[in-house]
C-alpha cells in the first residue's frame, strides 16, 4: 500500500505524497472533464492533498473507522513526498479546488526519506498510544500494532531504479478521464527526466481486480503479497498488487 520512485539515471533530479488506491482506469478513456486542469503541486496545496488522502485512505472511502488519527496517516503517506520530491507532485483542479493529485518520486535517496519519515510518524502514533489517545477506538490501536508488527512484512517487491507513483481522485472525479491527465503529466516529466520504468501498487481483491484494468495500459504485475490491514472487516483475501511498466 504505499509509495517510493527511484529514477534509473541522475538526469531529472534537480526537476523536481493504499494503502493505495488503484489507479481507477476504465476500458475506455473517457472524455476529461472540461472544467479540470492539471498543474504542478504549489505549498499551498498541501492540507487539500492531506485531507484527500485521509478521504479515499479506506479503500477510496474516509479512514476514519480505520484509523481515527488524520493527521498522523496524512504525515505516514504524503510527507515525504512533499518535503523530498515536491516538483514530481501534481495537483487536478476544479475552479481552484483540488479534486485529485499525483505524487511522485524519483531520487535514488528517496527510500532513505520515506523510511525516516516512516520512522518518525510511527514514533509518535506509539507514543500517543501510550498516552491513551487511541484509548475509545480499538480499530486505531490495531492499525498501530499492525504497522508495527506487519506493515512492512506485507508489502510486495517493487523494481529496482524506477520511479514510483500514488494518487488518489475525488469520488465524484474517478472515472471521468482525471486520473489520465495526471498520468499523462507525470510520464511527460518522466520522459524529459530519462526515467525508463515506474510502478505503482494498489489493493485488490475479489471482485475488485484492479490489475486486470492495467494489463490494457501496458503494466503488469511484478510482485503481490496478502495483508491483513483489513481483517476482520473484510473476509475476502486482500493483496497489495505492485504493477510496472516501461515509460
Same mark, same amino acid.
Given at each position: 500500500? =504505499?509509495? &517510493?520512485? @527511484?529514477?534509473?539515471?541522475?538526469?531529472?533530479? *534537480? #526537476?523536481?505524497? *493504499? =494503502?493505495?488506491?488503484?489507479?481507477?482506469?476504465?476500458?475506455?478513456?473517457?472524455?476529461?472533464?472540461?472544467?479540470?486542469?492539471?498543474?504542478?503541486?504549489?505549498?499551498?496545496?498541501?492540507?487539500? =492533498? %492531506?485531507?484527500?488522502?485521509?478521504?479515499?485512505?479506506?479503500?477510496?472511502?474516509? =479512514?476514519?473507522? +480505520?484509523?481515527?488519527?488524520?493527521?498522523?496517516?496524512?504525515?505516514?503517506?504524503?510527507?515525504?513526498? /512533499?518535503?523530498?520530491?515536491?516538483?514530481?507532485?501534481?495537483?487536478?483542479? #476544479?475552479?481552484?479546488?483540488?479534486?485529485?493529485?499525483? @505524487?511522485?518520486?524519483?531520487?535514488? *535517496?528517496?527510500?532513505?526519506?520515506?523510511?525516516?519519515?516512516?520512522?518518525?510518524?510511527?514514533?509518535?502514533?506509539?507514543?500517543? @498510544?501510550?498516552?491513551?489517545?487511541?484509548?475509545?477506538?480499538?480499530?486505531? &490501536? &490495531?492499525?498501530? %500494532?499492525? +504497522?508495527?508488527?506487519?506493515?512492512? %512484512?506485507?508489502?510486495?517487491?517493487?523494481?529496482?531504479?524506477?520511479?514510483?507513483?500514488?494518487?488518489?481522485?475525488?469520488?465524484?472525479?474517478?472515472?471521468?478521464?482525471?486520473?489520465?491527465? /495526471?498520468?499523462?503529466?507525470?510520464?511527460? %516529466?518522466?520522459?524529459?527526466?530519462?526515467?525508463?520504468?515506474?510502478?505503482?501498487?494498489?489493493?485488490?481483491?475479489?471482485?475488485?481486480?484492479?490489475?486486470?484494468?492495467?494489463? &490494457?495500459?501496458?503494466?503488469?504485475?511484478? #510482485?503481490?503479497?496478502?495483508?491483513?490491514?483489513?481483517?476482520?472487516?473484510?473476509?475476502?483475501?486482500?493483496?497489495?498488487?505492485?504493477?510496472?511498466?516501461?515509460?
Amino acid at each position: 500500500m =504505499i509509495l &517510493r520512485f @527511484l529514477n534509473g539515471a541522475e538526469a531529472g533530479t *534537480s #526537476d523536481l505524497p *493504499s =494503502i493505495l488506491e488503484p489507479l481507477p482506469l476504465p476500458l475506455k478513456t473517457p472524455a476529461a472533464l472540461p472544467r479540470v486542469r492539471v498543474r504542478g503541486y504549489q505549498p499551498a496545496d498541501r492540507d487539500a =492533498i %492531506r485531507a484527500l488522502c485521509c478521504e479515499t485512505g479506506y479503500l477510496g472511502n474516509p =479512514i476514519d473507522a +480505520l484509523f481515527q488519527d488524520r493527521e498522523l496517516f496524512a504525515d505516514l503517506f504524503t510527507k515525504a513526498y /512533499l518535503e523530498h520530491q515536491a516538483p514530481w507532485a501534481f495537483v487536478a483542479e #476544479d475552479n481552484g479546488r483540488v479534486v485529485g493529485y499525483l @505524487l511522485g518520486a524519483v531520487s535514488r *535517496s528517496f527510500e532513505l526519506q520515506l523510511l525516516r519519515c516512516g520512522f518518525v510518524t510511527a514514533s509518535r502514533m506509539v507514543l500517543r @498510544l501510550v498516552a491513551g489517545r487511541y484509548a475509545g477506538h480499538p480499530r486505531s &490501536r &490495531r492499525f498501530v %500494532r499492525w +504497522l508495527l508488527t506487519a506493515g512492512f %512484512r506485507e508489502q510486495p517487491r517493487h523494481p529496482a531504479n524506477a520511479a514510483h507513483l500514488h494518487w488518489d481522485v475525488e469520488k465524484n472525479y474517478r472515472g471521468r478521464g482525471v486520473p489520465q491527465q /495526471l498520468w499523462a503529466a507525470y510520464a511527460a %516529466r518522466l520522459r524529459t527526466a530519462k526515467v525508463r520504468q515506474c510502478y505503482g501498487a494498489f489493493f485488490s481483491y475479489p471482485g475488485r481486480r484492479p490489475e486486470l484494468v492495467y494489463s &490494457r495500459y501496458g503494466f503488469s504485475v511484478f #510482485d503481490r503479497k496478502r495483508t491483513t490491514l483489513f481483517e476482520p472487516e473484510l473476509t475476502d483475501p486482500v493483496e497489495v498488487v505492485c504493477v510496472h511498466r516501461p515509460i
